[in-house]
């Protein structure tokens, strides 16, 4: 198996494993929400109907809301930039496969903490996420610069 194909597995499988994280967060929000009136179900209904359980209700559906849009802000950019490290030629492949493995498990840990109100850890989830990113992302300029200076060594102008 080539380094590529071996590549392009990782990724595969994190980009599996990334629709599989955020399908069961969105089903658990589904589940957290206020629902319609209308639905003839609660799933977080209250025995008491008082102010405290309101606001309870209330914190839950938001932070479930929040892990969601978080994931949307997140995910596309962060599977387009990893996918695009396999369509690039030349690029580091063993830097594709870290990246990948690091923003799939950084995404999970995010939404576990951020479900469970660990803070710092969950800006520590996120920020890895985003430096596996990043990284991968200087790989490309790397290469782009490499690519551009060797282009401009090849083509000097004659005398």
Known sequence: MSDL?????????CTAGLFCKFL?????QGAKRV??????????????DDDKS???????????QRIILNDLENIPIGLLLLWGGLIIPS??????RICSIV??????????????????????????????????????????????FLLFIQFKPCK
């Open 54 to 64: 309101k606001e309870k209700l209330f914190d839950t559906e938001k932070r479930w």
């Open 103 to 148: 923003f799939l498990v950084s995404r999970i840990l995010h939404s576990f903490f951020y479900i469970f109100q660990l803070m710092p850890w969950r800006f520590f989830a996120w920020l890895s996420g985003l430096l596996s990113i990043i990284a991968h992302l200087l790989i490309w300029f790397l290469l782009f610069f490499k690519l551009f």
């Open 5 to 13: 194909e071996r590549t392009r597995k990782v990724v595969v499988l």
């Open 24 to 28: 069961l967060t969105s089903l658990l």
């Open 91 to 96: 690029s580091n492949n063993n830097t594709t």
């Open 35 to 48: 629902r319609a009136p209308e639905d003839g179900f609660q799933l977080l209904k209250t025995k008491k």
